[in-house]
């Protein structure tokens, strides 16, 4: 929004990608803070000017880009924000190609926040899986490249259920409008938009993509995807579904499975990939719950979840560069080689396990109140279990096993270990300060909320809150380390659903190769036998009838035309007089035949 | 500087850990004896430090839990799906 023009913030990622590779090397950092910064700016610009833009008509459909409101604008600016930390993050990557797939999948994220209906939605939700998936083959691992395809063909399943969901929505409604589909009673429609929603938000059972593939991503990617796929989720539920009640218990659930999952990992990337769940199961319960502090509660954990999830993705990214590995079996003790990466790290862990001061603990806190208020007492209670583990995995596992406890380090591991290039720190310390500041003054994020006014009511530092999360996190801190010897990382990974189509796809495979094949082999030779040879007998006997029958008559008939040509030439002596007593005979004896006759 | 001051506590660490416990008491004696319950949700709640043993209890609950599902053959070794 540049006075009255509306420019699409896609629009100026998407061209700072496209020219990315044009820019000369000296100016090329410099550009790649200030297409994001750009971008930002482009959001800013819009704060206050709430309305539709960029209508443009396809066909008959009118495709709508720019929905400007209090729900798109608060993700939007968090978007941006993170892209412009996210890019610091990974100024020393030489490759344009890693800025140009990050930067598209942002631009995609803020199509699908800006847009307003379906058409416009599906081409950036597909943009979005299609330019993320690079982020993971660029780690250039084998590993990678399965998981990637992995990636894709789950969100291409995504995908087509929520065309399928459109097409049926457009049978019923008449139009491709982006908006609540809560009418009871939900029809197919709905449930298969929802589920293609529901897929990106990684809600179980459709949720193993995203350890499988935050874990599998290049340093930097990991912090790209962590921010964007899940929230742009979030946010489409929270447009297309709020108050669906079948959000709150698999919202609650989301959280207590990443929690369960996230205990048993030894890799701390992947600890973190299930920790999104579990926070992003906050946002799907708040969603569910949909009262208005809930909506905010949901944007606000969003938000304040993009950034700190960011800086653990960052710091735990920081130890995978500069050590080669996050496995808390290789690692320990490594406070002296990255102090700084350690505090940053642990600023993200105390703002995610809603510590007072920090950024969850305002965002949080919103989200179970909300629940307390709508009495769903249970989703409540269980959501403030699941902060408990949460505590336990980001704040006292990451850092004790990474930087304190026994080392495990190899000596080249130990070597190798230093705080990462200063690109990277300053990306780190711009999170952690907003972290903090979010933490610290609440009304930075609460008057960007949908329901500024319901936010402004609402105050997390009561003393009652102080001392129950104060209890909560203290003494969760002490159960803990007093069986902190039972806890040890062990070198195991830990089965999820995903093993259905991993081991379903080698089972396809088997099919494929075993089975199928041999059916072929049959059918092939049965053809031989059954098919190919009466074809043979038929055509041998086709190809004789042809050459003794067809050919005999017209080869006669050709023979007897000959035969006549050659009685009829010797009859021609060349003397006109034989010629005029020939003919005359013949008149004479037909006018004999027809007067006698 | 953090370093330094990691390893002061660290020498310390006797001392750290009495004063740890020194926190954690007064902060569940906080709750039981000042804190005003009037923004309590439930009536459990209400009971003195009542966070203070769901947090505790939550931890190992969940240690517990997680330790026996794993043991139920979701944790496997690191090369499964290679073989």
């Known amino acids: 929004m540049i006075s009255n023009i509306w420019i699409h913030p896609t629009l100026i990622m998407v061209i700072g990608a496209l020219l990315l590779p044009l820019i000369p090397r000296p100016l090329k950092k410099g550009y790649l803070v200030a297409v994001p910064v750009l971008a930002f700016l482009d959001i800013l610009s819009m704060q206050g000017s709430y309305g539709t833009y960029g209508v443009l008509k396809f066909m008959e459909f009118p495709l709508t880009f720019g929905r400007v409101d209090g729900l798109s604008m608060v993700f939007a600016y968090i978007m941006a924000l993170m892209c412009i930390i996210g890019t610091i993050y990974g100024l020393h990557v030489e490759e344009d190609a890693q800025h140009i797939a990050a930067w598209l999948y942002v631009a995609g994220s803020l199509g699908v926040i800006f847009c307003a209906d379906y058409l416009v939605l599906f081409l950036f939700w597909e943009m979005m899986a299609f330019s993320s998936v690079f982020l993971i083959w660029f780690r250039r691992r084998e590993e990678s490249l399965a998981s990637g395809y992995r990636y894709l063909l789950v969100h291409t399943a995504g995908g087509l259920m929520l065309l399928a969901g459109f097409v049926l929505r457009y049978k019923s409604a008449g139009n491709f409008d982006f908006n609540l589909l809560t009418a009871a009673p939900m029809g197919i429609d709905s449930w298969l938009i929802m589920a293609g929603f529901m897929l990106n938000a990684a809600v179980p059972p459709l949720h193993a993509w995203l350890p499988d593939a935050y874990s599998e991503a290049t340093v930097g990617g990991a912090v790209f995807m962590c921010a964007f796929t899940t929230k742009t989720a979030v946010y489409a539920l929270a447009r297309g579904f709020a108050g669906t009640e079948i959000l709150v218990p698999l919202g609650t659930c989301m959280a207590l499975y990443g929690v369960v999952y996230a205990f048993l990992q030894n890799d701390a990337r992947k600890l973190l990939a299930y920790h999104v769940i579990s926070q992003v199961g906050y946002m799907v319960a708040g969603v569910g719950i949909g009262t208005q502090l809930a909506i905010n509660g949901a944007c606000a954990h969003a938000f304040a979840h993009i950034l700190y999830k960011g800086l653990l993705f960052m710091g735990c990214g920081s130890v995978l560069q500069m050590t080669g590995t996050c496995k808390f079996t290789e690692l320990g003790g490594l406070y002296k080689k990255m102090p700084h990466t350690f505090l940053l790290t642990l600023i993200g862990g105390l703002s995610i396990s809603a510590f007072p001061l920090f950024s969850g603990f305002v965002s949080k806190a919103m989200i179970i109140s909300a629940g307390f208020e709508a009495h769903n007492y249970t989703a409540a209670i269980l959501l403030t279990l699941a902060s408990v583990g949460t505590f336990q995995s980001t704040t006292l596992k990451i850092p004790y096993y990474i930087w304190f406890g026994k080392s495990r380090c190899s000596s080249e591991v130990y070597e190798k270990a230093a705080d990462p290039p200063v690109n990277m720190q300053t990306a780190m310390a711009i999170a952690a300060v907003l972290c903090i500041f979010i933490g610290c003054y609440t009304p930075y994020l609460y008057n960007m909320l949908p329901y500024p006014e319901i936010a402004a009511a609402y105050d997390p530092y009561t003393a009652y809150h102080i001392s129950e999360t104060m209890q909560i996190l203290l003494f969760t801190a002490l159960g803990f380390f007093l069986v902190l010897k039972k806890l040890t990382p062990h070198d195991t990974i830990s089965l999820d659903l995903d093993w259905f189509y991993r081991k379903g796809g080698r089972a396809f495979l088997w099919i494929a190769s075993r089975p199928v094949q041999l059916i072929d082999y049959v059918v092939g030779e049965l053809y031989r036998f059954i098919g190919l040879m009466p074809l043979m007998f038929t055509a041998r006997f086709l190809s004789w009838f042809d050459w003794h029958g067809i050919d005999g008559i017209v080869d006669g008939i050709a023979r007897s035309v000959r035969n006549t040509g050659n009685l009829t030439r010797q009859l021609q002596f060349g003397r006109l007089q034989y010629n005029l007593f020939f003919a005359v005979s013949c008149v004479a004896a037909i006018i004999a035949i027809y007067i006698l006759a | ?83």
């Open chain 2, 1 to 83: 500087m953090i370093v330094n001051f990691i390893d002061y506590l660290r020498e310390r660490l006797p001392m750290v850990i009495r004063l740890s416990y020194v926190v954690l008491a007064l902060v569940a004696l906080i709750d039981a004896v000042f804190v005003s319950k009037e923004h309590a949700h439930t009536a459990m709640e209400r009971i003195p430090a009542f966070w203070s043993i769901f947090g505790f209890g939550a931890c190992l609950l969940i240690i517990i839990f997680c330790k026996v599902f794993g043991h139920m053959g979701i944790m496997t070794r690191e090369d499964y799906y290679d073989k």
